[in-house]
């Protein structure tokens, strides 16, 4: 299914067994304002360069993957983006604009991955419920505009390069779990607090710690 325009669900349940729905054209936006559940198989982001997908109210879920192949996905959303169901999948992003989400959780089946290899940034929390997330390249940026938090309360994460990019001073806190970086650490602006468990590093190439912020 291919989709032009904006995608509004104002009641009732969306669920996607399978296939993928691509948003596609200018600039649009997903609205979940009702309803109990939206599940999409796949869903795809091929915007024309430089227009934007908006995840704009409510929470939805993604059972298998998640790719951008063009243009921006940005969830602003209070809600949360949770990939689910028992089948390993992937978060890809390709092209000159970003992904961004705000709440993303993994509740995938235990022992399930998530495969990443691209660039990604996240806005809100991040919370790992069960499953296994592995980023074999690329970097996710954590970037809010408020405090944001890490949870690790099942499964693994293991990140390629992790970057703190925190406005206005704010902190990323981890505080649930450990996880992992393979490649390199760096916090630009505000600020990282690690409360409980390990960060540890690991992989099998050599790995930088910077902090250039004031935080």
């Keep these: 299914i291919s989709i032009a325009g904006n995608y509004t669900n104002t009641s009732g349940n969306l669920n996607c067994t399978g296939g993928t729905v691509t948003f596609v054209g200018n600039s649009s936006s997903i609205q979940m304002n009702g309803g109990l559940s939206w599940l999409f198989n796949n869903l795809t982001v091929s915007k024309t360069a430089g227009q934007t997908l908006t995840h704009s109210t409510g929470s939805f879920n ?4 998640y790719s951008c192949t063009s243009g ?8 949360t983006i949770a990939l689910t169901g028992g089948g390993a999948c992937s978060i890809a ?25 691209t660039d990604w940034r996240v806005s809100g929390n991040y919370t ?5 997330l592995l980023c074999s390249a690329g970097t996710v940026t954590w ?18 390069n992790f970057t703190v990019a925190m406005s206005g001073g704010f902190t990323l806190t981890q505080n649930t779990g450990s996880f992992r970086i393979d490649g390199n650490y760096a916090c630009t602006s505000g600020s990282f607090n690690s409360t409980v468990g390990a960060v540890t590093f690991g992989g099998g190439g050599a790995s930088n710690i910077s902090d250039t912020s004031a935080g």
């Design 62 to 65: 993604i059972a298998l993957n």
């Design 72 to 79: 921006s996905f940005a969830s602003t959303s209070a809600g």
């Design 93 to 117: 992003h390709a092209g000159a604009g970003t992904t961004t989400f705000n709440n993303i959780q993994l509740n995938k089946g235990a022992g399930i991955d998530v495969t990443s290899t």
């Design 128 to 132: 790992n419920t069960a499953g296994d």
């Design 143 to 160: 970037g809010g505009v408020a405090a944001q938090t890490l949870q690790i309360n099942g499964g693994t994460a293991q990140f390629f």
